[in-house]
């Protein structure tokens, strides 16, 4: 929702001036107030009193509250003329109003023989970038609806057909300059600048496999976690990096017509206690903490700014928790294979669990926009739960409903004969692996591919 206090000329008053709403707004809080008087057949355990419970409002909080438009095109108007009015939008507000009036429409992205989208992000209004199992690095553009490859960066080391994996994450730092992701070995890390996509450097000798995930501290610090229990702590800053200088015309290192980048190790390696390969990291910037998942069912946390384990949690009947979420206050989410736990970040006890409404989906991905969380399934589908509704985002458009996205079928390769059999007997859909959010919260992009590690194949679509 919007909020604009107007400002009016000289002699006239704003067109949301209107002394009726004060009698509507009246009439509103007289319901609200018997509504908490209203004596329940079982007592509550907390009650909380409102300081008074007048229905006069002084002079003054009447002229604000009638000065004030909650008109989405008053707000967009007083925006587009940079009026000097008070103005505030929510930025959930147009992911919400387009979903429950079923306006998502999905436009397919066609990927060729690509294996499954692991991990994606939004760089700009119009670019897409997403990381592939077959360890590829790609760039869709919404406008022209081509899709190009950005290089991976090799190591000193050099890295065979064994130690390519996939690029699992992909993360942008908070001022939108760099780009961190996985590179040609997967047990490194690449970082790119912002908006060229020039390599800048390569992080390694901090992993020994496969980086799960990252997220970034601020500008400058970048967190990673390895299926080797490991947790990496990078500073990339430009200033301390040493370029390889240019070098001769045989192909070495420093060759001119390839773009120069530096090689970086980490400032810390801190083995995560308890844990059995690291599968998802986030950053809490609340509580200063980044939260962690193992494979092990356990929730580790530790110290962002002492990079020290705090404390480790055997999470509640949880199988194949390989994502998590955290709200902008903090709470966390935990896809599982059939629920999905909502977590006090203070003691990590689990505040909710929301069911899956389909059996055996399996939740892989999970994020927030807003109060509502979106969670992407094995089964092909987007769900959406109003954290402050405490239920699914129910349909306006058709009574009961709740609102659901279903992907399209995507692209599957040719497999072995025996495993055909077995394919053919049930319907296929694909995971939604990873989905994002563009900045205005008009345009989802989901992603994924075939759930059985043995099919290959694809799937990308933009919804707005």
Known sequence: MSKTVKRPTAGIRPSCYIPSRLEERRTRAR????????????????????????????????????????????????????????????????????????MFKETPIALGNINKVFCSQ??????????????????????????????????????????????????????????????????????????????????????????????????????????????????????????????????????????????ISPISVKECRGAQKIRA???NKEYRELALLSLNGYMHLFNAETFSQKLSRKLPNCQENVCIACQPNGLYAVGCRSYTLLLDPRTLQAVKKIASRYSGCGIRSASFQGNILTIGTGLGMLMFYDIRAGKYLESQTSASRTVVLKASRGYVAQFPEEEMDNFQQIKYVPAIYTHCYDGSGTRLFTAGGPLPATLIGNYAGIWQ
Not at 33 to 41: A, L, N, T, Y
Not at 74 to 102: C, F, G, K, Q, W
Not at 155 to 177: E, F, L, W
């Open 31 to 102: 319901i609200l107030r018997q509504e908490r008087r209203r004596k329940p057949d079982k007592p509550d355990d907390f009650v909380t009193y409102e300081d008074s419970d007048s229905e006069e409002e002084t002079p003054a909080q009447q002229h604000q509250v009638l000065s004030t438009s909650f008109n989405f095109v008053d707000y967009v108007r007083s925006r587009e003329s940079d009026l000097t009015e008070e103005r505030n939008v929510d930025p959930s507000y147009a992911s919400r109003h387009i979903l429950t009036h079923d």
């Open 281 to 283: 990291i986030c950053f």
């Open 122 to 263: 939004w760089l700009s209004n119009r670019q897409v970038v997403f990381g592939t199992k077959c360890n590829k690095l790609m760039v869709y553009d919404v406008n022209t609806r081509k899709v190009d490859a950005i290089p991976t960066l090799p190591n000193s080391r050099g890295a065979s057909p064994d130690t390519q994996s996939g690029i699992h994450a992909c993360q942008i730092n908070p001022s939108n300059s760099l780009l961190a992701t996985g590179a040609r070995h997967s047990a490194d890390i690449a970082i790119y600048r912002l908006p060229t996509l020039d390599p800048l450097c390569i992080g390694e000798n901090a992993h020994r496999d496969w980086v799960f995930d990252m997220c970034w501290l601020d500008d400058q610090f970048l967190v990673s976690g390895s299926r080797d229990t490991k947790l990496a702590l990078w500073r990339v800053n430009e200033d301390t990096m040493e370029f390889p200088v240019a070098a001769s015309k045989d192909g070495a290192e420093g060759d001119g017509n390839v773009p120069q980048y530096a090689h």
